[in-house]
């Protein structure tokens, strides 16, 4: 089963990523990150940042859930400034990190097949 989130774990407009992985006993999480974006959207004046990439894979991961691959949303970068932001989250973690707009999903592709249920 696939179910597409619409929020982060920790987002303040209410329910969110969390209890879709509880709920929906899920076995693997595809991140969406946008890394330049600082604060949620609709909530730029709340005082709540967007909390660090690797903090969230470890709250996945505590809920009992594999997060099979990043991808980064290139909003408010360039594409060199995302190509070096990928590389160095890519030296902190072996999970795959991809741009789709100008990557192959391959790797996240391969780990989603081999996901074991």
Same mark, same amino acid.
């Given at each position: 089963?696939?179910?597409? %989130?619409? /929020?982060?774990?920790? @987002? $303040?407009? %209410?329910?969110? %990523?969390?209890?879709? !992985? ?12 946008? $890394?330049?974006?600082?604060?949620? /959207? %609709?909530?730029?004046?709340? $005082? ?11 709250? !996945? ?11 980064? @949303?290139?909003?408010?970068?360039? +594409? ?12 902190? +973690?072996?999970?795959? !990190? !991809?741009? $789709? ?9 391969? @780990?989603?097949? @081999?996901?074991?249920?």
């Amino acid at each position: 089963m696939i179910i597409e %989130g619409q /929020s982060s774990l920790r @987002n $303040p407009s %209410g329910p969110c %990523g969390s209890e879709f !992985i509880i709920s929906g006993d899920l076995d693997g999480v595809i991140l969406q990150h946008v $890394p330049m974006r600082k604060k949620f /959207s %609709g909530f730029e004046k709340y $005082p709540a940042h967007i909390p660090d990439i690797l903090n969230e894979v470890m709250l !996945i991961e505590h809920l009992g859930t594999r997060v099979l691959g990043i991808t980064l @949303n290139g909003e408010g970068a360039a +594409t060199e400034q995302l190509s070096k932001y990928r590389d160095s989250l890519a030296q902190k +973690t072996s999970i795959p !990190i !991809i741009i $789709p707009m100008i990557e192959p999903m391959d790797p996240i592709i391969s @780990n989603v097949l @081999n996901q074991k249920l």
